[in-house]
């Protein structure tokens, strides 16, 4: 090892290696940086559809709830009037109830 060619051959393949790492480092450097900015934009642009289907979906579960409270309304005007219903056959049938029970009597004795 004494030979100043095999010393050249050395530092040659040393720089050529170190170089190489270099501009390695370099390329992927850049590069990470240049997907990382477009994947800041695209991360952005999700961010905006995902605001936008939010929005929408809020408009279209108000809608929801506001018919909702419409049926819910129906429903308790048909609870009234079977209600109604309810007390007027009571009514009914307790009269009903008294005219058999004295026409019982009146027969039975």
């Known amino acids: 090892m ?3 060619q095999t010393w050249v051959l050395l530092g040659v393949f040393t720089t050529i290696m170190l170089g ?3 501009l390695m480092t370099t390329l992927l450097t850049r590069a990470m940086t240049a997907s990382t900015d477009g ?3 695209e991360i952005g642009s999700v961010r905006g559809e995902i605001g936008s289907l939010r929005t929408e979906m809020n408009a279209r ?3 929801t709830d506001a018919k909702f409270a419409a049926i ?3 429903f308790d005007a048909v609870n009234a009037r079977i209600d ?6 009571d009514a009914r049938f307790a009269s009903l ?3 058999v029970a004295a026409l019982t009597k ?4």
């Open 97 to 99: 109830d008294r005219d």
């Open 2 to 4: 004494t030979e100043p």
């Open 84 to 89: 109604n219903l309810h007390h007027e056959m």
């Open 39 to 41: 994947l800041r934009g």
């Open 106 to 109: 009146r027969v039975m004795g």
């Open 61 to 63: 579960f108000e809608g």
């Open 20 to 22: 190489g790492m270099t």
């Open 72 to 74: 819910t309304s129906q």
